[in-house]
């Protein structure tokens, strides 16, 4: 069979390119060729294990010939031949030529009868069309011809270098710098491009070559001053385009694994401030349960101390991570929806809501501690002040009971005179009127340690040892007392004198001495006030004790006038008596120290008094102070939330705007925070005035501060709420105008609601839009939007926007559902496909081609998630890719 070989102009080369029949004659370009086509050939059969030495020898039977054109084709050829005859390998060599004419290719003057024959020049114009038609022929750009495609190839690869310029296949090669070029483009790391000389042709393309080789396994086809260069030149497009799909791939699969790490590292994140936050409440709650008292107000006040600081100072910072962990959980998980990622499920207790549990407990704990803390304050406050008033009438009792026992044991009657018998009777019954007048005393005493041992007092035992001292001396002196009167009473009547005027001195000093140290002990006595009222009252009752006083003086210089007449009988008579009254302990002496005494102490009760009604009405200055910043504050907190209510549902036009105009609410409402601190100012200055009520405000720094916190946790919110949409939109390639008909028609649908907002101190009631959708209206807005509605259909799309069969749909939820209708994302079939060109068709890949084609950080990711490959022509180190993709996506239990 005889077959010819030519090509017309449109096909690979121009007819003045084609092969020079000249040439023919030509020795040297004989050698040439046959080293080159030599070269070309070996570079393939090496991949079936073989390879030729001499090319009009090794092709003569045919059969790597068939071999050749199968690796190069990548189709099987019919059986060949396996005998040794002549006929057997001309039946070989036609099957070569007639699967080569099969392609498409026009043979002129080339036999089966001249390749077995080993004619050179036809076995060398056989070898040039098979490499016209398999190297040549498929390669395309931009829809050009082979010959064409190379050229811009080149053309392109090569535009960025200095003293490249390729035109053709001919001179523009000359000087290597367009090889070394190509080689530099797609491999920097194997040439220094800007070490070559223009100068040095043979020196460039020698390096070219040789680089080839080595690293390329592309085989020195020519010389360095050779001529044909189309078929080498092809070896480097079909080398570098396979790398170039690998490096699609692998670009492909990084990306997709780059996304994976952030969401983990973002899990991880959340992970660990959940932790931590959780961690700080724990410890912190047991302390705010804690209600152990203590026994001393400066004790006391250092938990209060303790407890501001706490509330200024550790409590905020906590406030903000709680606040930045739910964004950080929703931003996860918007990640998460818009790369088709399964969503986070943080660990069993780290939920949202178990930390707002958790944080519920707090406030509360804290609640009921700052409330103990007062009472507690109060109470040791309330305590102080009546272990003081205990001590001042025991002391006063102490020194009056002093020596009384002894003196009511005396036997001193026995040898006295009838006047002296008569004075000690009336003295001793002027000492049952002052024991009688000090009955209120002790009573008073005894109710004093009663109460101080109701409210716990921390000293109550000795308390209770002295006043039960008390107790019984005073049974012990009305039992002696009434042993001595009727002692006295059965010698009266032997003895018939008295001395009236000593009695009576006797009856009336005593109840005045008793008054003037009641009047003492009472000018004297420690207060305790909370309102201007209550000192006003105080000075009130001092203003009426000193009215008395007149009074209290008559009664003074009537008692004086008596001990005036004694001594004025006792002068007028010459008595050799002592002018002492023998009835009555009372001196006139002590009678004008102690009338002096309170003379002193009325002033300075007055002083004492003034000095506490200044300071009430300083408290007062503060209340006013407190609550005319809190009347304000308060009202402008709830107008700011009702203000970002409507704005969250009402807000029109781009994202980006409304972001701006929810960032203007924060940044106002930041600037706003100096009002609070000095409120918290005001606040500690009222505590430390120990002032416990205003009368002034029904706000409280407690209502300010929830309400100051609830403001900022709002706005943040709706901040994270308008930066999840923007990053939903971007993410899915949505514009502004579906965004902004999304939210028309949400809004369209969400009935208006009738609901109450309560503030600090009242409450209004308002319209305003829900933020939700029941299942009718949400299936109307589909409709609306021209969605053709069965009910299994509707079933499906509702177990996407409302998964938990809550009834409602969440504008959010109506965003991933349209967002999901109308975007394209990576899918696992795609990463799946990805990993399929690098593994070279393989349903397996190996660590090796790991670290071959990806970045050493995601390569190693693969290789220690990627479960055992298990399937058939498994090999020891296979990988699973596709079970790895699969779960990616969430697709797959790995």
């Keep these: 069979m005889q077959y010819t070989y030519n090509y017309?102009?449109?096909?690979?080369?121009?007819?003045?390119?084609?092969?020079?029949?000249?040439?023919?004659?030509?020795?040297?370009?004989?050698?040439?060729?046959r080293k080159t086509f030599t070269a070309w050939?070996?570079?393939?059969?090496?991949?079936?294990?073989?390879?030729?030495?001499?090319?009009?020898?090794?092709?003569?039977?045919?059969?790597?010939?068939?071999?050749?054109?199968?690796?190069?084709?990548?189709?099987?050829?019919?059986?060949?031949?396996?005998?040794?005859?002549?006929?057997?390998?001309?039946?070989?060599?036609?099957?070569?030529?007639?699967?080569?004419?099969?392609?498409?290719?026009?043979?002129?003057?080339?036999?089966?009868?001249?390749?077995?024959?080993?004619?050179?020049?036809?076995?060398?114009?056989?070898?040039?069309?098979?490499?016209?038609?398999?190297?040549?022929?498929?390669?395309?750009?931009?829809?050009?011809?082979?010959?064409?495609?190379?050229?811009?190839?080149?053309?392109?690869?090569?535009?960025?270098?200095?003293?490249?310029?390729?035109?053709?296949?001919?001179?523009?090669?000359?000087?290597?710098?367009?090889?070394?070029a190509l080689i530099h483009r797609h491999r920097p790391d194997l040439i220094d491009y800007s070490k070559l000389n223009k100068d040095d042709p043979?020196?460039?393309?020698?390096?070219?070559?040789?680089?080839?080789?080595?690293?390329?396994?592309?085989?020195?086809?020519?010389?360095?001053?050779?001529?044909?260069?189309?078929?080498?030149?092809?070896?480097?497009?079909?080398?570098?385009?396979?790398?170039?799909?690998?490096?699609?791939?692998?670009?492909?699969?990084?990306?997709?694994?780059?996304?994976?790490?952030?969401?983990?590292?973002?899990?991880?994140?959340?992970?660990?401030?959940?932790?931590?936050l959780l961690e700080w409440i724990r410890r912190t709650i047991p302390w705010l349960e804690n209600r152990t008292p203590e026994k001393t107000m400066q004790a006391m006040q250092k938990k209060l101390e303790d407890f501001r600081d706490y509330r200024r100072k550790h409590k905020p910072p906590k406030v903000q991570e709680k606040c930045q962990l739910e964004i950080n959980f929703n931003t996860l998980q918007t990640k998460l929806r818009i790369s088709n990622r399964p969503a986070f499920m943080p660990s069993e207790g780290k939920m949202v809501s178990d930390i707002a549990g958790a944080w519920q407990r707090l406030e509360q704990a804290e609640k009921g501690y700052e409330e103990w803390l007062l009472n507690e304050i109060r109470r040791l406050e309330r305590l102080e002040h009546l272990a003081e008033k205990f001590r001042?009438?025991?002391?006063?009792?102490?020194?009056?009971?002093?020596?009384?026992?002894?003196?009511?044991?005396?036997?001193?009657?026995?040898?006295?005179?009838?006047?002296?018998?008569?004075?000690?009777?009336?003295?001793?019954?002027?000492?049952?009127?002052?024991?009688?007048?000090?009955?209120?005393?002790?009573?008073?005493?005894?109710?004093?340690?009663?109460?101080?041992?109701?409210?716990?007092?921390?000293?109550?035992?000795?308390?209770n040892d002295r006043c039960q001292k008390i107790c019984d001396q005073w049974d012990s002196l009305g039992t002696l007392t009434q042993k001595r009167r009727e002692a006295l009473e059965r010698t009266e009547k032997l003895l018939e004198t008295i001395d009236q005027l000593h009695l009576e001195f006797a009856k009336r000093a005593a109840p005045f001495n008793n008054w003037m140290e009641g009047a003492m002990e009472d000018l004297q006595d420690m207060f305790i006030v909370h309102s201007i009222e209550e000192i006003q009252s105080l000075i009130s009752a001092h203003d009426q004790f000193k009215a008395t006083l007149p009074e209290a003086d008559g009664e003074r210089q009537a008692i004086l006038s008596i001990q005036n007449e004694v001594e004025k009988v006792i002068q007028s008579y010459s008595m050799r008596i002592s002018a002492s009254n023998p009835y009555s302990t009372v001196t006139v002496e002590e009678i004008r120290t102690k009338w002096e005494?309170?003379?002193?102490?009325?002033?300075?009760?007055?002083?004492?008094?003034?000095?506490?009604?200044?300071?009430?009405?300083?408290?007062?200055?503060?209340?006013?102070?407190?609550?005319?910043?809190?009347?304000?504050?308060?009202?402008?907190?709830?107008?700011?939330?009702?203000?970002?209510?409507?704005?969250?549902?009402?807000?029109?036009?781009?994202?980006?705007?409304?972001?701006?105009?929810?960032?203007?609410?924060e940044q106002n409402i930041i600037n706003y925070k100096h009002n609070i601190d000095k409120l918290e100012g005001d606040h500690q200055l009222?505590?430390?005035?120990?002032?416990?009520?205003?009368?002034?405000?029904?706000?409280?720094?407690?209502?300010?501060?929830?309400?100051?916190?609830?403001?900022?946790?709002?706005?943040?919110?709706?901040?994270?709420?308008?930066?999840?949409?923007?990053?939903?939109?971007?993410?899915?390639?949505?514009?502004?105008?579906?965004?902004?008909?999304?939210?028309?028609?949400?809004?369209?649908?969400?009935?208006?609601?009738?609901?109450?907002?309560?503030?600090?101190?009242?409450?209004?009631?308002?319209?305003?839009?829900?933020?939700l959708m029941d299942h009718d209206d949400f299936r109307a807005c589909l409709i609306s939007m021209g969605y053709d509605l069965g009910e299994a259909e509707f079933a499906r799309i509702m177990s996407l926007v409302d998964p938990n069969g809550q009834g409602t749909v969440t504008f959010q939820s109506f965003i991933d559902f349209m967002t999901r209708e109308t975007a394209d994302t990576d899918t696992a079939e795609q990463v799946i496909a990805s990993f399929r060109i690098l593994a070279s068709d393989k349903p397996y890949i190996l660590a090796d081609e790991l670290r071959r084609e990806l970045p050493p950080e995601q390569a190693q990711y693969c290789i220690k998630r990627m479960p055992p490959y298990t399937g058939p022509g498994s090999v020891p180190g296979a990988l699973d890719y596709t079970s790895f993709s699969s779960a990616l996506y969430g697709e797959s239990d790995l």
């Design 597 to 665: 005494k309170v003379k002193q102490l009325v002033p300075q009760r007055d002083q004492s008094l003034q000095e506490e009604l200044a300071r009430q009405h300083a408290n007062e200055r503060l209340r006013r102070q407190f609550a005319a910043q809190a009347n304000v504050i308060g009202p402008w907190i709830q107008t700011k939330m009702e203000e970002i209510a409507r704005s969250s549902i009402e807000m029109t036009g781009p994202l980006e705007d409304q972001m701006n105009q929810l960032k203007q609410y």
């Design 8 to 33: 017309e102009e449109d096909e690979y080369m121009t007819q003045e390119e084609e092969w020079d029949r000249d040439l023919l004659l030509d020795p040297a370009w004989e050698k040439q060729q």
């Design 392 to 463: 001042q009438k025991a002391s006063t009792h102490e020194q009056w009971a002093y020596g009384k026992e002894q003196i009511l044991l005396q036997k001193d009657y026995e040898s006295a005179s009838l006047t002296e018998v008569r004075a000690m009777l009336r003295k001793h019954e002027a000492f049952e009127s002052d024991l009688a007048a000090h009955q209120d005393r002790v009573e008073q005493i005894a109710a004093i340690a009663q109460e101080l041992n109701e409210l716990d007092y921390h000293d109550a035992a000795s308390v």
């Design 202 to 276: 043979i020196g460039n393309i020698n390096l070219a070559m040789e680089i080839a080789e080595k690293h390329l396994d592309i085989p020195k086809m020519l010389d360095a001053e050779g001529e044909t260069i189309m078929t080498y030149v092809s070896c480097f497009y079909h080398a570098f385009a396979g790398a170039e799909q690998a490096e699609t791939a692998a670009n492909r699969i990084c990306k997709v694994l780059a996304v994976n790490q952030e969401n983990e590292r973002l899990m991880e994140e959340y992970e660990r401030l959940a932790s931590e």
């Design 41 to 180: 050939c070996n570079s393939h059969l090496r991949k079936a294990g073989t390879q030729i030495e001499n090319i009009e020898e090794d092709f003569r039977n045919g059969l790597k010939l068939m071999l050749l054109l199968e690796v190069i084709s990548g189709e099987r050829l019919p059986k060949p031949d396996r005998g040794k005859m002549r006929f057997h390998k001309i039946a070989n060599v036609n099957k070569a030529l007639d699967y080569i004419a099969s392609k498409g290719v026009k043979l002129v003057s080339i036999g089966a009868e001249e390749i077995v024959d080993g004619n050179v020049k036809m076995t060398l114009g056989m070898i040039w069309t098979i490499i016209l038609r398999f190297a040549i022929q498929d390669i395309s750009v931009e829809e050009t011809s082979a010959k064409e495609g190379l050229l811009l190839w080149c053309q392109r690869k090569t535009a960025p270098y200095r003293n490249v310029n390729i035109q053709n296949f001919h001179l523009s090669w000359k000087d290597g710098l367009g090889l070394c």
């Design 686 to 771: 009222i505590q430390e005035a120990l002032v416990f009520d205003n009368k002034h405000t029904n706000y409280t720094m407690e209502h300010i501060r929830v309400g100051w916190e609830l403001l900022l946790t709002t706005i943040a919110r709706t901040i994270n709420e308008v930066e999840t949409q923007i990053l939903t939109r971007d993410a899915k390639g949505i514009t502004q105008e579906q965004m902004n008909d999304f939210r028309a028609s949400f809004n369209h649908f969400d009935r208006v609601q009738y609901s109450c907002f309560f503030s600090f101190s009242n409450s209004h009631c308002s319209q305003k839009k829900n933020g």
